[in-house]
């Protein structure tokens, strides 16, 4: 998340991790946080990746509603003032709230999402699975719902759309599954395979191909899933021939 501005500030560019990478310096952070007393949550991937461009981590912010402004003990904070910990500098630190990225061991990008607790378990599910989140509210999104990181919301426009106001649906990770009619057991248990997860979207009540399509997709989603690889095999996997036989039309995604 942090790559490009990472980049500008130490002039390092970051490196891929190698799977045994991974999880070793994936426990050394681990380890890190839970000495800072900063509480954590990993995101889960498609277990055939071989290797990461980077290690997301959500971080939790476990300051009291009422003391919300007592900045001094947010991760950011505690993690910027431990950076030695973690063997670094200020150089190989940046922080655009709610996320940090660090350049653990001058070479390896790691980012921190802060969240709420509240949000904590929708956060880690919406990240987990590579795009699965992205993919899922995409199927939904014709109904004005959006799927994020901060839960479930419902889009209510005015007619001339340049007034929306948001209702907040859902901090239930699995909302959005049994909305979208979604085996929440197999969600839990992950996916092998990105053909798997392919074929777990598809399996969506609300799945239509045509609601993928780039030409179908505002101009910010079509700028930002152009440069999204997993987005872009999904689409060459679905092809756009399967038949869907929902009621629904699909729509331009607002």
Same mark, same amino acid.
């Given at each position: 998340?942090?790559?490009?501005?990472?980049?500008?500030?130490?002039?390092?560019?970051?490196?891929?991790?190698?799977?045994?990478?991974?999880?070793?310096?994936?426990?050394?952070?681990?380890?890190?946080?839970?000495?800072?007393?900063?509480?954590?949550?990993?995101?889960?991937?498609?277990?055939?990746?071989?290797?990461?461009?980077?290690?997301?981590?959500?971080?939790?912010?476990?300051?009291?509603?009422?003391?919300?402004?007592?900045?001094?003990?947010?991760?950011?904070?505690?993690?910027?003032?431990?950076?030695?910990?973690?063997?670094?500098?200020?150089?190989?630190?940046?922080?655009? #709230?709610?996320?940090?990225? !660090? $350049?653990?061991?001058?070479?390896?990008? @790691? *980012?921190?999402?802060?969240?709420?607790? +509240?949000?904590?378990?929708?956060?880690?599910?919406?990240?987990?699975?590579?795009?699965?989140?992205?993919?899922?509210?995409?199927?939904?999104?014709?109904?004005?719902?959006?799927?994020?990181?901060?839960?479930?919301?419902?889009?209510?426009?005015?007619?001339?759309?340049?007034?929306?106001?948001?209702?907040?649906?859902? #901090?239930?990770?699995?909302? !959005? $599954?049994?909305?979208?009619?979604?085996? @929440? *057991?197999?969600?839990?248990?992950?996916? +092998?395979?990105?053909?798997?997860?392919?074929?777990?979207?598809?399996?969506?009540?609300?799945?239509?191909?045509?609601?993928?399509?780039?030409?179908?997709?505002?101009?910010?989603?079509?700028?930002?899933?152009?440069?999204?690889?997993?987005?872009?095999?999904?689409?060459?996997?679905?092809?756009?021939?399967?038949?869907? #036989?929902?009621?629904?039309?699909?729509?331009?995604?607002?």
């Amino acid at each position: 998340m942090g790559g490009t501005a990472l980049l500008a500030k130490s002039g390092i560019e970051s490196q891929r991790l190698t799977s045994t990478e991974f999880y070793r310096v994936k426990n050394e952070i681990h380890n890190i946080l839970d000495k800072l007393g900063i509480r954590w949550l990993d995101v889960d991937f498609i277990r055939e990746k071989e290797d990461f461009g980077d290690i997301d981590i959500i971080v939790i912010d476990d300051r009291p509603l009422d003391n919300i402004e007592h900045n001094n003990n947010t991760p950011s904070y505690i993690v910027y003032n431990n950076l030695d910990k973690f063997g670094i500098d200020d150089n190989l630190y940046i922080n655009n #709230n709610p996320f940090m990225s !660090i $350049l653990y061991e001058s070479k390896y990008q @790691v *980012d921190f999402i802060t969240v709420k607790p +509240d949000k904590a378990l929708y956060t880690q599910a919406y990240l987990s699975h590579n795009d699965l989140g992205n993919l899922l509210g995409r199927c939904v999104k014709r109904f004005n719902i959006t799927h994020g990181m901060d839960g479930l919301w419902y889009d209510h426009y005015l007619e001339d759309r340049t007034h929306r106001t948001r209702f907040h649906l859902s #901090n239930d990770p699995y909302y !959005i $599954l049994s909305i979208n009619g979604l085996d @929440v *057991d197999k969600f839990k248990d992950g996916f +092998d395979t990105y053909t798997e997860m392919f074929d777990y979207v598809q399996s969506s009540k609300y799945f239509n191909p045509e609601l993928f399509k780039f030409e179908n997709l505002n101009n910010r989603n079509r700028v930002r899933d152009r440069k999204r690889k997993i987005y872009n095999q999904f689409l060459d996997y679905i092809n756009y021939e399967i038949v869907n #036989n929902n009621v629904y039309n699909p729509i331009d995604d607002y």
